[in-house]
Structures are given as C-alpha cells and as structure tokens.
C-alpha cells in the first residue's frame, strides 16, 4: 500500500513551437529503493522508499518534461526484506509488486505533466475522452 508520494525534481523544458500533430512519449523507471523506518506507524509492517523517474518526450527535440521522486510503500515486514533483497541484487521489482507502485506512479505523474505542459503551451500527451454526436441516419430515413 502507498502511503506517501513526493517529487524531488520537475523539470519543463520547451525548445521549439509545437505546431500540427505530434507523438508524445511517456516513460516511468523505479531507480533506487531502499528500507524506511516506520515503527511510529506500525510495529509489524515495514516499508520501502522507491525512487522514480517519469518522463514525457514531444517529437525528436520539441519539448521534455521530467519529474522524480519518490513513494513510501508499506508491507509486511518480511515482503520488504524480500524486496530490497531482491531489487539489491537485480535492480529490479517483481511484476506482483510492480503494478501497483507504477500505476500509481504514472496517474499521479500524468496528471501533473499536462498541468506543467498547460502552462508552457504544450498539447495533452494523452488523449482526452471526446463527446461524439449520434448520427442523424434515423431522421432522414423518417423523412423520405
């Protein structure tokens, strides 16, 4: 369970006018993760500082945005010891624990890169729903 989100770093850098359609890349990489003291919260559980990068590339060399930071994960105590056991030695988390942590990650982070984007003029990296109009096939075919 996350219990705490923070960013270390955010970063909107803008080199040129985007103009017409654009492909705007996304990306979200678990750099470091380390044991954090939570005795104050729970005797029993344990947790896990994560690291992360996040990133948002526009074109080959239009715009970048970049975010880092770090969320406080919760778990039993023996699932920390596995985890930090496991990512010391292949920098890397099980997919099982992964998902959650990256999800989480990527909706926090997205949501604050299209505000970033906002205010430097860059178009929404992911697409927005859009209201589409039902056809009008069954009035005209009432009316002929």
Same mark, same amino acid.
């Given at each position: 369970?996350? +219990?705490?989100?923070?960013?270390?770093?955010?970063? &909107? +850098? !803008? *080199?040129?006018?985007? $103009? =017409? #359609?654009?492909?705007?890349?996304?990306? &979200?990489?678990?750099?470091?993760?380390?044991?954090? @003291?939570?005795?104050?919260?729970?005797?029993?559980?344990?947790?896990? #500082? +994560?690291?992360?990068?996040?990133?948002?590339?526009?074109? !080959?060399?239009?715009? $970048?945005?970049?975010?880092? =930071?770090?969320? %406080?994960?919760?778990?039993?105590?023996?699932?920390? !010891?596995?985890?930090?056991? /496991?990512?010391?030695?292949?920098? *890397?988390?099980?997919?099982?624990?992964?998902?959650?942590?990256?999800?989480?990650? %990527?909706?926090?982070? @997205?949501?604050?890169?299209?505000?970033? =984007?906002?205010?430097?003029?860059?178009?929404? /990296?992911?697409?927005?729903?859009? %209201?589409? %109009?039902?056809?009008?096939?069954?009035?005209?075919?009432?009316a002929a």
């Amino acid at each position: 369970m996350i +219990i705490s989100f923070a960013l270390d770093k955010i970063s &909107v +850098i !803008k *080199k040129k006018d985007i $103009v =017409g #359609n654009i492909e705007a890349k996304n990306n &979200v990489k678990i750099t470091n993760i380390s044991e954090q @003291n939570v005795s104050a919260i729970s005797e029993n559980s344990g947790a896990v #500082n +994560i690291g992360f990068t996040f990133n948002v590339i526009f074109g !080959k060399d239009l715009a $970048v945005i970049e975010l880092a =930071g770090k969320v %406080l994960y919760m778990l039993d105590e023996d699932s920390k !010891k596995e985890m930090v056991a /496991h990512w010391n030695k292949v920098k *890397k988390v099980d997919a099982k624990r992964s998902q959650p942590i990256l999800n989480s990650i %990527l909706q926090k982070c @997205n949501v604050k890169a299209l505000s970033l =984007g906002n205010e430097v003029g860059l178009p929404p /990296h992911i697409p927005f729903p859009r %209201l589409a %109009l039902k056809s009008d096939v069954g009035v005209e075919k009432q009316a002929a």
